[in-house]
């Protein structure tokens, strides 16, 4: 009878040996270390890939001082915004072979508390702090690097990568005006929410005269986007275009136009923010919007911690976003 046996692990002398070279310049060309010429780091990867050698986390992270792990500290329990942002912090974390750990504190201060104690324990590298919102918040106190991400710290000298909601509604009332829409209203989120008031901020100095009246705050949902249709039949019933703060908005603002007998973009042209599949794709028509970029966001976090836990020093930055033209401003 034929017994068969796992092939033994795959050592980092066997890889030293089909690179001819030394174990210590295997290792150091596996780990990026070292002072060695590209051409050897390459011969010794393509021995190790070639043999399947998987290298030991553990002997690393006592060879280097870290664990190459990062925490992830969100208050999305959705996962709308974390999700993205996670994706493109990982992209960058990869490059420096680091892993995430994702921890959600569901809004609670006790089990944010947990968490930090967790992570801290575990030895991390860095974190990296985000959120479902741009409004700013309390710093965190560990003794490892932290970014910010797209919610920002209330600290200025914390590093925050930030999206800049005014450019994206600039781009939005632009888009409006160039189809030669004159009568336009905003419609948007609470006025306490910070991205809310920097996206009339944006968007009304564009518009200028052709604002039909002051920017309508209400809640971030189709509820209030239908109400404000019911508002604006009375204060500005020639309406030409409606800017909402939104995807959610939009999509009550277009059908509540739909119901009252108007069509979307014939009689009024509407455009959200957000650019979330959900609520822009299902919209009818799909609906013009805003792209966070998030992923992108979560990238520029994530090259930011790296150069922070290699010792460096980083600023804070923010990402633009970009505007996505469907059929709700231009037709079908």
């Not at 190790?48 to 664990?67: P, Q």
């Not at 985000?130 to 910010?148: E, F, N």
């Not at 150069?307 to 469907?326: K, M, W, Y």
Request: charged share 25%; net charge negative.
């Amino acid at each position: 009878m034929t017994v068969d046996r796992a092939a033994p692990p795959v050592r980092i002398s066997d890889v030293a040996a089909l690179a001819g070279v030394s174990i210590g310049t295997a290792s150091k060309a596996l780990n990026d270390t070292g002072q060695l010429r590209e051409s050897t780091r390459v011969r010794v990867k393509q021995a190790a890939e070639k043999l399947g050698f998987v290298g030991d986390a553990r002997a690393r992270a006592l060879s280097s001082g870290r664990t190459y792990t990062v925490g992830m500290i969100t208050t999305d329990s959705f996962g709308r915004f974390t999700i993205p942002v996670l994706l493109g912090a990982e992209d960058a974390l990869s490059a420096g072979q680091m892993a995430v750990l994702l921890c959600d504190t569901r809004d609670d201060h006790v089990r944010e508390a947990h968490y930090l104690r967790s992570l801290a324990a575990r030895g991390i590298d860095g974190v990296i702090v985000t959120g479902r919102s741009a409004d700013s918040r309390p710093p965190i106190d560990v003794p490892v690097p932290v970014v910010y991400a797209f919610t920002p710290s209330t600290d200025p000298t914390d590093v925050s990568v930030t999206l800049d909601d005014a450019a994206g509604a600039a781009m939005v009332a632009e888009h409006v005006l160039s189809l030669g829409r004159r009568r336009v209203a905003i419609v948007t989120g609470p006025e306490r929410h910070a991205s809310a008031v920097r996206r009339v901020d944006g968007a009304a100095p564009v518009l200028g005269e052709h604002l039909v009246g002051p920017a309508s705050y209400g809640e971030w949902s189709e509820r209030w986007g239908r109400q404000a249709v019911d508002l604006l039949a009375r204060t500005a019933p020639d309406v030409d275009a409606i800017i909402a703060g939104s995807d959610q908005i939009a999509r009550g603002v277009c059908d509540r136009l739909r119901e009252t007998g108007r069509s979307v973009p014939g009689d009024v042209a509407v455009t959200g923010f957000d650019d979330w599949d959900v609520m822009a794709l299902a919209s009818r028509p799909p609906l013009t919007t805003v792209d966070l970029r998030l992923e992108e966001l979560g990238r520029v976090a994530g090259r930011a911690l790296l150069e922070l836990i290699d010792g460096g020093t980083v600023a804070s930055a923010t990402v633009t976003p970009s505007l996505v033209v469907r059929e709700s401003t231009v037709g079908g």
